[in-house]
């Protein structure tokens, strides 16, 4: 049997069987992405701030973005313009594509190529002799840093959190209208939860008590989240330094929901 991807798995089906020339999919782990690629069309994940995502019911408010799935490179393209409202969408264009030879690309050995049905192998080996005909230059190598990235969704991951937090009343309440497994990896992120005051105290860093846990995804945390990684991307390479804006940050946060309450 086949299966189409998702979670916009509709929306590739859509495109894919000539239904319609695009369709619009929600992405916060690859619902635009992994549907196209299953279903042989063309997704597009804009950065979060991109498309307004006003209307879409979300599933994480620091992943979900919104963004087309069509035909080609250059239909999305066009669609991406009219999504973000983004000058005048005929003058729209695919990006020219690359000169092969002056890419360097990596084939990485990780996980990703860890049990591939025969068939995925042989298109993807396929697809490497080909760009390597015709130019690019192709190195394998370990790629450890991407076997870790499975340690980023221990628990589910900000989208687990948030997830959980977003769904908590209607899984009381209907649950009957939800997939069985869906609704487990929902509840799943709810772990985050039952461990906050350990892993807060942790943040902050003061060997005090543990803060009360945040029921919800707090704005106020992520702010300064971000703003020790812009720092840290901005040139500050003294050692720990965005750490502990992180760990300040954190206690300030909670500083300030303690005054709010």
Same mark, same amino acid.
């Given at each position: 049997g086949r299966v189409p991807g998702g979670s916009s798995s509709g929306a590739a089906v859509a495109v894919a069987d000539g239904m319609c020339v695009v369709s619009i999919g929600s992405d916060t782990r690859g619902s635009v992405r992994i549907p196209s690629a299953l279903c042989g069309v063309t997704g597009f994940k804009p950065t979060q701030s991109r498309v307004p995502r006003e209307g879409a019911f979300p599933l994480s408010y620091t992943l979900d973005s919104v963004g087309p799935l069509a035909r080609s490179v250059s239909c999305c393209a066009v669609f991406d313009a009219i999504l973000a409202a983004d000058g005048q969408p005929a003058d729209a264009r695919a990006p020219e594509p690359a000169a092969l030879p002056s890419l360097r690309l990596l084939a990485p050995r990780c996980f990703a190529l860890d049990d591939l049905d025969p068939p995925v192998a042989a298109a993807f080996e396929r697809a490497l002799a080909a760009l390597s005909a015709a130019g690019a230059r $192709?190195?394998?190598? &370990?790629?450890?840093?991407? &076997?870790?990235? %499975?340690?980023?969704?221990?628990? =589910? =991951?900000?989208? =687990?959190?948030?997830?959980?937090? $977003? %769904?908590?009343a209607l899984l009381k309440t209907k649950r009957e209208l939800y997939d069985p497994n869906v609704a487990k990896r929902i509840e799943a992120g709810e772990g985050f939860f039952s461990g906050a005051p350990a892993r807060c105290a942790e943040m902050a860093g003061d060997g005090g008590p543990a803060p009360d846990p945040c029921p919800a995804p707090c704005p106020i945390l992520r702010r300064r989240l971000r703003a020790a990684r812009a720092r840290q991307a901005g040139g500050d390479r003294r050692g720990g330094g965005a750490a502990l804006a992180v760990r300040r940050g954190a206690a300030a946060h909670h500083a300030e929901r303690r005054a709010d309450h």
């Open positions: $192709i190195s394998t190598a &370990d790629a450890p840093c991407l &076997d870790a990235a %499975h340690a980023l969704f221990a628990g =589910g =991951g900000f989208a =687990g959190a948030e997830a959980a937090q $977003i %769904h908590r």
